[in-house]
């Protein structure tokens, strides 16, 4: 996809692991348009809000504590249209307003005394003798710090639930997304053979009663009825597609999406499928056919570069990905993509023109978002090219830094950086920063392995 994979750390209160981070402009966009009227139903100041893409299979959505929301793909192409994403995300924003992220101890304090209390009275038992009693007093209190945890959780997801309902009704959106979601949930819990009965041992209220609490007050609201708003719901459709294009393997998308099929969506997934097979020709066919009704989208013609920049065709990118950086504002993934072209086109025919351009435009795209290691990694390139070794390490540092890795790498670029780049410069004063937090870091891990030993 003109959507980029970088590295996600896990949220509060899921077993760390590594996900793969999904970035798009056009994806991006519709998550900000479609969240701002709902963020500010729910008093919060929609720039400290970021909604984020995870390339996974779950169909799951979480918020965590720097008040940032996360959607998993498989959420995404699941949902039928743009009001279930928005009921799901009105869920989340009440997790952010709330600051359930950070009352977590509110229900895991509780929940440890009771686990601690019942390890003493246990211990006391087994010492004296008792130990069918002893082991008895433990699992009872495992048990209740469990139960007593569990409820907490559900608790808050009820409250959650509701403060998601009142968020719809005060921006105007139809909460049918949010029934028909958790109608869909419901459903994989009666394939899943979950008993309806009883929600005790699980985190969330079970999907039915979810919807019998919510019913009432949605349906009272004056939005209900009043449909999906139909420019959004076409900007997700093609978002959609497009992911399912970008993840499915083509011959899916291709029954998925037919020949016959000329939507926007249609044709958008069928380009990355084309694309996918190494069938360029076929995937620009696909994205022309909509430039011909659409001449001034930033995001086909962001495509359209996309293919012939990794079909090989790399100077013919590069008047598309101009004009969607033009027509987009300079979003700063399109402007990513575009210096990557100018890098490589600079590099096979040795135009210093181009690659000057390459560095103005990648360091715009940086001053507009830093988070994107893929850029910093262009812009390595152009520093190496032009023998600008203190600049390289800056770059180097900055890219290390952001995929998490040994920060002792990080540490190194940072200060060879800060030796060659001129004191109190915003390059030099950056490079310090760096240096600080990679030793941070650093020591931080260090700390960690030998408390581990």
């Known amino acids: 996809m003109a959507i980029l994979a970088l590295v996600l750390a896990q949220a509060w209160a899921v077993p760390a692991r590594a996900q793969s981070l999904l970035r798009d402009a056009e994806t991006e966009k519709l998550f900000r348009d479609m969240g701002e009227p709902l963020m500010q139903a729910a008093g919060l100041d929609p720039r400290a809000v970021t909604i984020n893409l995870v390339g996974a299979n779950e169909i799951n959505a979480f ?121 869909e949930l419901q459903g994989q819990e009666y394939r899943l053979a979950i008993p309806q009965d009883n929600s005790y041992n699980r985190t969330h209220p079970l999907s039915g009663e979810r919807i019998a609490a919510l019913e009432d007050v949605l349906q009272r609201s004056p939005a209900w009825g009043k449909g999906a708003d139909p420019v959004l719901q076409a900007r997700y459709q093609r978002v959609r597609a497009k992911l399912i294009g970008y993840l499915s393997e083509p011959a899916d998308t291709l029954r998925a999406y037919p020949p016959g099929d000329t939507s926007a969506p249609a044709r958008v997934a069928r380009a990355y499928a084309f694309h996918k097979l190494a069938e360029p020709e076929k995937a620009v066919s696909e994205v022309d056919a909509l430039l011909k009704t659409l001449p001034d989208d930033p995001y086909l013609l962001e495509l359209k570069g996309q293919v012939l920049l990794e079909s090989g065709h790399v100077k013919e990118a590069i008047p598309p990905l101009r004009q969607a950086v033009r027509l987009s504002n300079g979003n700063p993934l399109i402007a990513g993509m575009l210096g990557h072209a100018l890098v490589q086109t600079s590099e096979r025919e040795h135009d210093d023109a181009m690659l000057d351009e390459a560095e103005k435009v990648l360091r715009s795209a940086l001053a507009r978002d830093d988070d994107n290691p893929f850029a910093w990694l262009q812009l390595e390139t152009v520093y190496e090219r032009k023998g600008d070794k203190p600049r390289l390490a800056l770059a ?37 920063d760096i240096v600080q937090f990679s030793r941070n870091r650093a020591e931080d891990m260090k700390k960690k392995g030998r408390n581990d030993r």
């Not at 600051?99 to 601690?116: C, D, K, M, Q, Y």
Request: negative net charge; proline residues 3%; hydrophobic residues 45%.
């Open 63 to 183: 918020a965590t504590l720097g008040q940032g929301i996360y959607f998993y793909s498989g959420l995404i192409i699941a949902a039928d249209d743009v009001l279930e994403v928005q009921g799901v995300l009105a869920h989340e924003l009440g997790h952010v307003a709330g600051g359930h992220a950070v009352r977590f101890n509110e229900g895991a304090g509780p929940a440890t005394n009771i686990s601690l209390l019942s390890l003493v009275i246990g211990a006391a038992l087994l010492a004296a003798g008792a130990g069918d009693a002893g082991m008895a007093a433990m699992m009872a209190g495992q048990q209740a710090a469990q139960g007593k945890f569990l409820a907490f959780s559900r608790e808050q997801e009820s409250r959650t639930d509701q403060a998601g309902a009142q968020f719809l009704e005060k921006a105007g959106v139809d909460g049918h997304g949010m029934i028909s979601f958790f109608r």
């Open 396 to 432: 180097t540092a900055e890219r290390l830094t952001l995929s998490g890795g040994d920060p002792r790498a990080a540490l190194n670029s940072a200060m060879v950086a800060a030796q060659g780049l001129p004191q109190g410069t915003p390059e030099w004063i950056r490079a310090q």
